[in-house]
């Protein structure tokens, strides 16, 4: 195993960067392969190109695949623990007569996207990798089930954007690739920053949670960092989640000098433990300097311990972010913020359930000041109304009909 | 200047407790001159003797004053900022026939207490005294009319306890010697504790500064240490303090395993940033790792920048107790618990004030239970019926009839 620092922020020691100028691409594109490529890998591609997923430079190759699945390692040495695979089906590969040291050209909404340097085309067995990534090789996990779905050859090797493409309202605002966040964080004098994940849209307990992790991290302020991509019917809509989070500091329950934000373009993989180890890299990426990990992190049913995620940490080298594990923090008729581990009236708490939100938000009707703020309920249902067709909670009908989240340009 | 680990814990490296026994008492006191001594003396031959003053063992010598005074440390080397001084008058000890090496029996309530072993006779200036450890000679500072007011002649020497006085109800189930202290913290399992200062009777601001310096100093729990002595008209007594202190942990705002109550006999100086390092050493001796210290701690008037104690740790070595800055909470109508930080609503922020308080108590009106808890301000009145002659603050005749804190039985 390779001795390797990873301590050093961005991860492995230099933000990877692969955006080619309009003349590069142009140049770079002419008589390639094109291969259109699913929302999922033109996100990846776009993150990988941005530098979010630091050190790598486009998707894995079988060392690397290899490594993470039986090391949590890449083939270099460094910390990682998610898989980042393009697959494609033999006969597409045997039909545009792909082979290692080719170029192809990934399209998206039938526009070029990003130029893919293929390294090495190989299989992987699904089944091993996701019980290695997952620790599980039940179906009703949707991370073992995408991985059960991958097409049965992989292709590795660098991936060069070409064509940026554009972040749409209301998310624009709200995306920082990892070099204009670093420069925002300097611009704002902020040294440590704490990293919040998010794919909710924040109720009281959540608000404090951000709080005590930034007393206790001592951080100059919080970065909200939430994870907008694949959704599920009865998830909050992304739209809801981003100005939900931002509402929070609008409305003044944050001051700016302390809080900010920003919008990550990720599947979740539900991959718990090893889900929050590649969150603490990427928001590492981003210039934070310690990552708040709560109750059942990036988990889903009942695969994981609910604190997986605070134990990982200690079974791997310190990779250059600060865990900053949380309990719970809930409304308590007494204390009104409740921790678990300071309130004593415990018996009479009310957990915020996501249920008991999703029916008040159904209804209209305004709770508690102390349970959600009235601000961020107001903009919820807003959202609800501006992109959910009515409701704040995804449908069929806002998955089959949503705003897409970027558009690629149309290229000259 | 003596090169000394000012980090040990406790202060010096070895706890003090200079107590005889029944026969050892009995046997040492024979035959002494006897030396009345008023009840700050007694106090803190008491301190002295369970060894709160570590590395101290008696009154200071000249030489400690002075290094004090000019350096902020003792003779020995060791880290010191308050001067610990038992003054007599010149024509006393005249009559007495004291002279160094002599041993008195210092006797307090007409009972023996300790025994002072004279290692100096010495005077000091006492407007140099007053300016260097107050920043002032202005008389309106107590502290400064304190010094003022001290007779001609110190003596400085060991002091042993002969006859321990009995800390009186309602305080003594929240009086702990260091060696005690440092027991409790062990069968709590508590290694790392944060000490919290205080003269006042806490509001919801009081208990959230404790909230976010137990989450930003990491601690495993809270020690409240509230100052008990000295007070003057409009004051919380006493016994309102300590009980209105323990009410948060007792009615559940904090939970028995996260946080304790105790007691810290000491007539307070207002001595602002050194009173501030003298409260950090006598809590880490009580095995405290951490101290907070929030805004004017330990200040009076207009002597001291507000912040002044959170600067003052920059200035000397490191002692070995992490003092733990914390800036104001108040009531906010949005936020609930606002810090000065983090809230964005500060035009309409209700800092929770004395005046209004005092108000509120004396008029028997129970405010918000977001500035004030229930149960707190019931047993504020409760205090006040009981102990203060149906007021919670220091009247005239409070301070002529109260109970004493501590008394010293009749030795055999």
């Known amino acids: ?92 590969l045997a039909d545009l007569g792909v082979k290692e040291g080719d170029r192809l050209l990934l399209t998206y909404q039938d526009q070029p996207l990003a130029v893919l340097d293929v390294e090495q085309v190989y299989g992987y067995d699904k089944e091993f990798l996701a019980q290695q990534i997952y620790g599980t090789t039940d179906d009703a996990h949707p991370g073992v089930r995408r991985t059960h779905a991958y097409q049965d050859r992989f292709l590795g090797g660098p991936v060069t954007l070409v064509n940026p493409p554009q972040i749409q309202a209301p998310f624009d605002r709200f995306f920082y690739t990892p070099r204009r966040m670093r420069e925002r964080f300097a611009e704002n004098g902020w040294s440590k920053v704490v990293a919040y994940q998010s794919r909710n849209a924040p109720h009281v307990g959540h608000e404090w949670l951000m709080k005590s992790a930034w007393f206790a991290s001592g951080a100059d302020a919080i970065l909200v960092s939430a994870v907008i991509g694949e959704k599920k019917v009865g998830d909050y809509i992304d739209e809801a989640v981003i100005l939900g989070q931002s509402m929070l500091r609008e409305a003044g329950y944050f001051l700016p000098a302390v809080h900010m934000t920003s919008i990550l373009l990720w599947d979740m993989r539900y991959a718990g433990p090893r889900e929050a180890v590649f969150h603490a890299l990427v928001r590492k990426n981003l210039g934070c300097t310690h990552h708040m990990f709560g109750r059942d992190h990036a988990g889903v049913g009942k695969y994981y311990d609910p604190y997986a995620a605070h134990r990982i940490f200690d079974e791997i080298p310190d990779v250059g972010i600060k865990p900053v594990p949380t309990l719970e923090w809930f409304y308590c008729p007494r204390c009104g913020p409740g921790y678990e581990r300071l309130c004593g009236h415990q018996d009479q708490k009310d957990p915020i359930s996501g249920t008991w939100l999703r029916g008040v938000i159904a209804e209209g009707v305004k709770p508690d000041q102390g349970k959600i703020r009235e601000e961020v309920f107001d903009v919820l249902l807003e959202a609800g109304q501006q992109y959910g067709g009515g409701s704040s909670f995804v449908s069929e009908g806002y998955l089959a009909n949503r705003n897409p989240v970027y558009t690629v340009p149309a290229m000259d």
């Open 1 to 92: 195993m390779a001795s390797v620092d990873n301590t050093m922020s961005p991860h492995g020691g230099t933000l990877v960067e692969r955006v080619a100028t309009p003349d590069q691409a142009r140049e770079m594109i002419g008589g390639l392969p094109r291969v259109p490529v699913r929302g999922q890998i033109a996100t990846e591609c776009l993150s990988l190109a941005y530098g979010f997923f630091s050190p790598l430079t486009g998707f894995m190759t079988e060392a690397d695949v290899d490594g993470v699945a039986k090391d949590m390692r890449l083939a270099s040495g460094y910390v990682w623990s998610v898989p980042l695979l393009f697959d494609l089906p033999a006969e597409q």
